[in-house]
């Protein structure tokens, strides 16, 4: 007996790095396919003790609740039927946005403005933008130095519509098409909600369109 335990230690502590090398290899691959076109190297380090690890070389992976893809971050590692929560540290390497001159307040960003760099994306200050879909045309509403990444507060989108300005409204449901006219009573961007007073006295609310129509669907009846 005494015998058959040591064997069974010793093959316990064998397997071992086979399970950690395992565990590791999942994990990457499963942020890998999650950050697949947004970082091109990715390292995941277990901070989660040997013990409190899962068993079963290909546990079911869920991110417990995080909205972030990088730094530390809490996994949901399902084996056997119980479910396990791993603490891991996720580096990630790859393009983010930043800005190639100094920007004052109030500029009116274009593409000159901006440059991508790359780097550590885990390193970054939380929500900092890595492409520059969104700020064509943004105004910055601080002063942002060279070199700095951009964060979502820096910036708004461009007002396609201002407060007191007349407006459009196109009201539209299955079958039919109303345009009237009324006057903006806040500013508002492309995709934006703005609400509307109409000639008649009565506000509505609509959403912005790309030609700063006011656009109300009405549900069907």
């Known amino acids: 007996m005494k ?9 316990l502590t064998l397997s071992l790095p086979a399970r950690a090398a395992d565990l590791q290899r999942s994990l990457t691959r499963f942020f890998s396919d999650r950050l697949q ?3 091109d190297t990715v390292s995941v380090t277990i901070r989660t003790p040997d013990a409190r690890r899962p068993t079963c070389p290909q546990p079911q992976l869920t991110l417990a609740g995080n909205s972030r893809l990088w730094g530390t971050l809490s996994v949901q590692a399902r084996c ?3 479910t396990h929560y791993l603490q891991v540290q996720v580096m ?11 920007l004052a307040r109030g500029t009116v960003i274009d593409a000159a403005n901006l440059t991508r760099q790359r780097g550590r994306l885990d390193l970054l200050p939380s929500r900092a933008l890595l492409s520059d879909d969104r700020l064509s045309g943004a105004i910055t509403l601080r002063d942002i130095a060279a070199g700095q990444p951009i ?13 007191g300005q007349r407006v459009q409204v196109i009201a539209s ?18 995709a ?28 069907a009846l």
């Open 192 to 219: 934006g909600n703005v609400r509307v007073r109409m000639n008649s006295g009565q506000v509505v609310s609509g959403r912005v369109g790309d030609g700063g129509n006011i656009l109300i669907n009405m549900p």
């Open 92 to 102: 990630a390497t790859g393009d983010y946005v930043v800005t190639r001159t100094p």
């Open 80 to 82: 056997d039927g119980v």
């Open 151 to 163: 964060l979502p507060f820096m910036v708004r989108a461009r007002w396609a519509v201002t407060a």
């Open 173 to 190: 449901g299955a079958g039919f098409s109303v345009n009237s006219e009324g006057l903006a009573l806040n500013n508002a961007a492309v």
């Open 37 to 39: 076109g947004i970082a």
């Open 3 to 11: 015998r058959y335990i040591i064997l069974s230690a010793v093959l």
